[in-house]
């Protein structure tokens, strides 16, 4: 299947400090990346979704000026967690994909604390 | 044994025992569905998908059953291996909205495998 990487694959941050989560298509044009973040023992919530070129849309309860997210190319977008807080600890997971692709590839996730 | 996928319940089985997990789903206009196998740490990890014109499907050793009437899916396992100790999450969407609209997961189901 496709790869998607993910990095970095964790990041300890000090609490007000902004972080950086990359994910990148290796071996395909991915015109559709999705965000979600999971708590412990919890499913995937999906936290938005970017396309290539456009604004993300945001799931409703997501501040989109905390969670900034970029897809300048079809090959990576970013996540930026703005003033990171405590709460926001989680771990983060991109998913990719191109239209007509009934199938959604995985990053292998990133995981935040903040202290 | 079998367990329903609801705030992330566990279900113990003896290597070499089969495994089923159930999931079931909200959305009946939902015609593709996928079930994903998330070890600690990591993203999710495709394992096979079936969609809506089929009842049953088969990979190696793992089968997918979907009843749409009571809108239901189910993961089977056979001769469950000590590798096989994960978080299960079955994951839908439409079709037609494919590579387009992201994934909605279910609350998820771990398996522990005994040795």
């Known amino acids: 299947g496709a790869v998607v990487s993910q990095h970095p694959s964790w990041v300890i941050c000090k609490s007000g400090t902004s972080v950086k989560i990359e994910c990148r298509s290796l071996d395909f044009q991915a015109t559709t990346m999705f965000w979600y973040r999971q708590f412990p023992k919890q499913s995937l919530m999906l936290m938005a979704t970017?396309?290539?070129?456009?604004?993300?849309?945001?799931e409703q309860g997501v501040e989109k000026d905390k969670f900034l997210i970029n897809h300048a190319s079809l090959t990576l977008s970013t996540l930026t967690v703005t003033s990171a807080h405590p709460e926001d600890s989680s771990f983060y997971i991109c998913s990719a994909t191109n239209q007509g692709n009934t199938e959604a590839f995985f990053g292998q996730g990133t995981r935040l604390t903040v202290v | 044994g079998e367990s329903v996928g609801l705030h992330l319940p566990t279900l113990s089985v003896q290597e070499g025992d089969n495994s089923i997990i159930n999931c079931a789903y909200s959305?009946?206009?939902?015609?593709?569905f996928i079930w994903y196998k998330q070890e600690s740490g990591k993203g999710p990890q495709f394992i096979i998908d079936i969609r809506s014109n089929m009842d049953k499907r088969q990979g190696q050793r793992v089968t997918v059953l979907l009843n749409k009437t009571v809108k239901h899916l189910s993961l089977q396992i056979a001769a469950t291996q000590p590798g096989d100790s994960a978080v299960y999450f079955c994951a839908e969407n439409m079709s037609a909205d494919t590579g387009r609209r992201a994934l909605t997961f279910g609350s998820g189901t771990r398996l522990q495998v005994q040795p």
């Open positions: 970017s396309n290539e070129g456009s604004k993300a849309t945001y």
């Open positions: 959305n009946s206009a939902s015609d593709y």
